[in-house]
């Protein structure tokens, strides 16, 4: 019964222009719009990686959860995000392309954060690269055990929804975000036994893609780094960007390679 009702929430599509090479994959940053050491320590992070890349004319690709929580209103907008959004402005005068595909905690994107990208995504994408074809998702939803955020996934993101949550008050709207905040939470923190079936079903679901093409399935959403290889196809799982550590993916054309600050 959910297969009509949750087909919109699962489509891709493949892009229909060029990217600039090299291309570098993170995500899963959480920035916070409350202050916090952890906060200022992730922000640092992103300027080391800046530092690391703005020579190299290429693009970038946000997977999702760049922030805890985002929703952007009509009018009167917090101005929670304008260090970071200063961060994303910064990368674009130095030529290089920011691209950006919404996670479980920031699909609720506008026209503030769309000016300070080059475009933004709310569902998976296919890149066509150089030598390989890279099939992008955050990763959410993905799991045969996630009907039911798949059916709360296509609550959130409707019109509706959308309309009757900027109604309430923004302080009330922050504490609820709070609430569901990723840093409060012990989600991420996954024993060895289900890690192997996550990572068992992940596998599966990367084969259905290379079956249709794609060389490389690429994501983040689990908080931890797993590589899988089979028959020259590749499924990456990439560590977060946290307070300790800037994970992120680097591709040339031709290969993909790990990398972290």
């Known amino acids: 019964p959910y297969t009509t009702l949750f087909r919109s929430c699962i489509f891709y599509k493949r892009l229909s ?3 600039q090479l090299p291309i570098y994959f993170f995500g899963d940053n959480h920035f916070s719009p409350t202050p916090s050491l952890s906060n200022e320590q992730k922000i640092k992070k992103m300027e080391e990686f800046i530092l690391e890349i703005e020579n190299s004319k290429g693009s970038i690709f946000i997977m999702g959860d760049f922030f805890d929580y985002y929703f952007e209103y009509n009018r009167n907008n917090p101005n929670y995000f304008e260090r970071i ?4 402005e910064k990368i ?19 026209k ?3 000016s300070v990208i080059t475009k933004s995504f709310l569902s998976d994408q296919i890149l066509s690269e150089g030598n390989k074809k890279i099939y992008v998702t955050h990763g959410d939803g993905i799991l045969s055990w996630d009907k039911g955020y798949r059916l709360l996934k296509f609550i959130l993101r409707s019109k509706i929804f959308r309309f009757l949550y900027s109604l309430l008050p923004k302080n009330i709207a922050l504490k609820v975000a709070n609430r569901i905040s990723y840093e409060r939470k012990d989600s991420h923190k996954i024993n060895n036994d289900k890690l192997e079936k996550i990572h068992s079903e992940l596998i599966q679901y990367s084969r259905s893609k290379w079956n249709k093409g794609c060389d490389i399935v690429i994501m983040g959403h689990y908080h931890h780094s797993f590589n899988f290889s089979e028959n020259q196809k590749q499924l990456i799982i990439l560590d977060d960007c946290c307070d ?4 992120y993916a680097k591709y040339d054309g031709n290969s993909i390679s790990i990398k972290s600050l």
């Open 112 to 114: 503030k954060f769309q």
């Open 244 to 247: 300790q550590q800037f994970n």
């Open 17 to 19: 222009f060029l990217m």
């Open 92 to 110: 674009k005068t130095k030529g290089i392309e920011v691209y950006f595909i919404a996670g479980n905690h920031d699909f609720w994107i506008g």
């Open 85 to 88: 959004f200063s961060l994303l």
